[in-house]
């Protein structure tokens, strides 16, 4: 039986206006969800203020959210093997330091 074939894939002309390209610092996302969407807020914290300000709304369907989430992780695995494990302060891995009972 013989494989089907994918229709080879279209290239895409990507804009990136000038604003965008700047980018946006985010050191917090808040997200929420519906049955028809994902909203990710990605804001700005400031160490020892209780508020945080949300810089911009990106809303996906849970679709195109789990898409972003596979693309993520492979690009995260990619930037591991180049550069070394991403810590994440506050991540214990091994409690014991060493030391068995």
């Given at each position: 039986?013989e494989?089907?074939q994918n229709p080879?894939q279209q ?6 206006g000038?604003?965008?390209?700047e ?6 996302v808040?997200?929420?969800h ?9 804001a700005?914290?400031l160490?020892?203020?209780?508020r945080?300000?949300v810089?911009?709304r990106v ?7 789990k ?5 993520l992780e ?6 591991e093997?180049?550069f ?9 891995r091994?409690?014991e330091l060493?030391f068995?009972?």
């Amino acid at each position: 039986m013989e494989k089907p074939q994918n229709p080879p894939q279209q290239q895409m002309q990507i804009e990136l206006g000038e604003k965008e390209a700047e980018g946006l610092y985010s050191n917090v996302v808040f997200i929420a969800h519906s049955a028809s969407e994902v909203i990710l807020d990605f804001a700005r914290a400031l160490p020892g203020l209780p508020r945080a300000k949300v810089y911009a709304r990106v809303i996906l369907t849970p679709q195109h959210a789990k898409s972003l989430l596979l693309a993520l992780e492979q690009n995260l695995k990619t930037y591991e093997g180049q550069f070394g494990p991403i810590k994440i302060p506050g991540e214990t891995r091994n409690k014991e330091l060493g030391f068995k009972a």
